[in-house]
Each structure stands twice: as C-alpha cells, then as structure tokens.
C-alpha cells in the first residue's frame, strides 16, 4: 500500500461569528489515490479542501503532510502551495494574467525558475491540459471547459504532487464535464494524487478509489464507493441519493441475481451480471478485438484510410488521441469510459479501435485482462502503429 501523503488529526474550523463548519475531522489520502468528498451544499467541503494547501488554517487539531505537520509561515506556506495544488469552483478567480502563457507562467515564475525553465514548465503543463497553440491567447476569451484546463495548467506547471479540484465540473455541460473527468484520470495515471469536491453521487460513485461522505462539518462514512454509499441510512444521513447503479443491483439481487462482492460501478460490470443471469455467460462467442493505437508514436495521416477500410468504432482516451482524432477527422464513437465501452462491443462480437498517448497504452491490456479474470472472457488486445501497421499481439 503506499505511503500517506496527506492526514488530518481532529481538525476543527469555525469561522468568526459563526458555528464550527468542520466538527472534528480525522482521515488521510495515500499517494496515487483518488478521493471524492461528497456532501450537501453547506457541508464543510470547501473549508476542508481549504485546509489542505494552508489557505485556512484549523481552529484545532492539525494537517499533516508527508508526515510533516503543515506549518504557516510565509516561507513553509510557499512549500506547501508547490506540493498541493488547489483548483478553484470558477477558474475566473484563478486566473489573473491577461494571457494563458503568461498566466500559467505566473506560479513557476514566483518560485524563482530562470526563463528557460518557466517556458519549459508552462510547454510541459499545457501540453498536459491540451492547450498547446493557446499561449497569447487572452484566458477570458476561451470556454469555460478550456478556462478551467488554464487554471489546471497553472497549477501543474509548479509540479504539485496532490491536486485538488473544488467542484470541477461545476458550470460544464456533460460532455464537457466527461472531458475534465478523464483528464483528471490522466493526472492520476500520470502520478497525481486527486482529490475532488462535490455533491454528484452519480458522478463520484464510478471515478474514486474511495469516497468520504461529509454532512454538518462531520465525516459520515469513508470508504470504497460500493461501500460508503452502500448504506441508505449513512446516504440520507448525508443528505445524499443512492447512485443509480447501486441501487439497481439492490433490486436485481432481490429478483434472484448474483451481485458480486465488488458491486456493479459501470454500465459494462451491470451488463455482466444481467448476462451472466439470462445466458449463464457474458458474451460472444468469438468476441471482438479492441486494436489501441500510440498516436504519439508516427505519422497518423493514413489513419483515418485504415479505419474507413473496416467495420470498426474508434474512442479517444486522453487529450492529445482526442486532438488527433480530430485533426485527423476519425469520428469517435467513444470518448468517456473507453475501455469499458470497448469491452461491452467486443462482447457483442464487434471490434474497436483505441486511440490513445503514452503512459495510457497499458491501461487497456490492464483493464481488459481483470476482465477476463472476473468473468473468465479474454478479449483480444492488438498493437498498432499509426502508420496503419500492426505491431505486436497483446
Ligand atoms: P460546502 O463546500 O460543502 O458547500 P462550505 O465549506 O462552503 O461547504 O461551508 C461549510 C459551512 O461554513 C456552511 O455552514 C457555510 O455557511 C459556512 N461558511 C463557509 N464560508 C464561510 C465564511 N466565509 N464565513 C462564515 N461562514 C462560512
């Protein structure tokens, strides 16, 4: 298990002339996780999250990070800014320079970094958001899905090894919201700790490694989603709803279904279940292959001819294979929960094609050997270089 990046120990915060909003809060986050704080308006998320990177400071008890109690003097508050990175609600209270070069410059710039390492640091992290071509382009001007991809640039430019995002999808329509989900996904993969704020059920039931249910400035329940929403008394204590595939598994396990020990987090474990109950197996015959493609690693010119030459679907998983797809005018059928979406097809005999970069390649062969292991299906896994040729056989 790794390391413990970030504890409180009874922490307690009370705002002047008002009632504590944190009543005595112990928990911690290990390095690589993905946590949801999930609480009603009014819970004490904000404060809590603000406690992190010392921009509020408990009324008692203390923060830890790296084992370190989180000191708030000037020079340990600067340190501890560059480690934890805090993302806004509004991106327009984060942005302040008039462009985006200069705005994601700004953090790397008041660390000291000499003109070279800044330009680097601001290349590398809009590179990251997938905002290159944007440096003189004025913040204000953009859409507020590019506007929050600006502040997360920003904050990435300084390296921080924790990230944490207050709200991140507020103001964002659904697709747009699916496309900052999987960019924090990429960030995790990448090495970043997450940890996010919000009142979505639906949205922090399939995305976190573990869920803290906050209601009343108090920790209702933590645990893995399955578990800590699993209870309709903790939910409604937290004012919150049962997330709807939850709560179907509920109702088929009443029907006779077998519900795995693990519940359903996606559409693909539901399918498997309800499958595995009609048929007694959960797929094809012969099922389809999925094909991933490194986009970073050729010419994609001619892959738009490849596709067109078969019955295949293609999904983009991650920024730059969402860039190329569209430079490349390959029209995504997928562009959220890829893999997943990609299994579902193979097991209706179909095949797909995976664009995607780097440290995101091996995540397809991952996902779908645990597959294979849940449900005893193997679904084919082939390499393919941009140019169109095949490479290897996963
Ligand atoms: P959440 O993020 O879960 O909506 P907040 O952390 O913003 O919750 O708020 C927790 C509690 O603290 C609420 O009762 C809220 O009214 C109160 N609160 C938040 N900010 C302030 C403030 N600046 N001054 C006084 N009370 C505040």
């Avoid at 084992?67 to 800014?81: H, K, W």
């Avoid at 595939?245 to 539901?270: A, H, N, Q, W, Y």
């Avoid at 562009?335 to 179909?350: N, Q, S, W």
């Avoid at 095949?351 to 597959?371: C, K, N, P, W």
Wanted: charged fraction near 25%; aromatic fraction near 6%; hydrophobic fraction near 40%.
């Amino acid at each position: 298990m790794s390391r413990i990046v970030l504890e409180a120990r009874d922490v307690r915060y009370q705002y002047p002339r008002s009632r504590e909003a944190i009543t005595g809060i112990s928990f911690h986050v290990r390095r690589g996780e993905k946590i949801a704080l999930v609480g009603p308006n009014g819970a004490g998320k904000s404060t809590l999250l603000q406690m992190f990177n010392g921009m509020i400071r408990p009324t008692s008890g203390i923060l830890l990070f790296d084992n370190e109690p989180v000191r708030y003097d000037t020079r340990s508050l600067r340190q501890i800014r560059r480690r934890v990175g805090f993302l806004l609600q509004n991106p327009d209270r984060q942005i302040i320079a008039p462009t985006v070069y200069q705005d994601v410059a700004f953090g790397p710039t008041n660390l000291g970094y000499d003109e070279a390492a800044v330009k680097a640091a601001v290349e590398v992290a809009l590179r990251q958001v997938g905002l290159e071509g944007f440096e003189r382009r004025p913040p204000h001007h953009l859409s507020g899905g590019e506007k929050k991809r600006v502040a997360i640039a920003g904050v990435l430019a300084m390296d921080p090894d924790v990230l944490v995002f207050d709200e991140p999808t507020t103001g964002l329509d659904p697709s747009g919201s699916e496309d900052l989900m999987e960019l924090l996904d990429e960030l995790n993969h990448a090495g970043k700790t997450i940890i996010i704020s919000t009142h979505d059920v639906e949205l922090a039931y399939p995305w976190a490694d573990r869920v803290i249910l906050l209601a009343d400035g108090r920790i209702i329940r933590e645990d893995v989603p399955d578990v800590a929403f699993g209870n309709p008394t903790y939910v409604r204590m937290a004012h919150l709803s049962v997330p709807t595939l939850l709560e179907l598994s509920v109702e088929l396990e009443k029907r006779g279904f077998t519900i795995p020990k693990r519940k359903p987090r996606s559409v693909l474990d539901m399918v498997h279940i309800i499958e595995n109950h009609l048929h007694g197996s959960c797929g094809h015959p012969s099922p389809g292959t999925i094909t991933v493609c490194n986009v970073d690693e050729g010419d994609t010119g001619t892959l738009a001819s490849w596709v067109k030459a078969r019955t295949i679907v293609v999904g983009a998983m991650g920024t730059r294979a969402k860039q190329c797809a569209e430079r490349e005018a390959l029209p995504l059928e997928f562009t959220y929960g890829v893999i997943d979406k990609c299994i579902l097809r193979a097991l209706r005999g179909k095949d797909s094609l995976i664009l995607t970069t780097g440290s995101m390649v091996g995540r397809v062969a991952v996902r779908v050997e645990a597959y294979a292991k849940e449900s005893g299906t193997t679904i084919r896994v082939v390499s393919l270089d941009p140019d169109g040729q095949p490479s290897q056989n996963g």
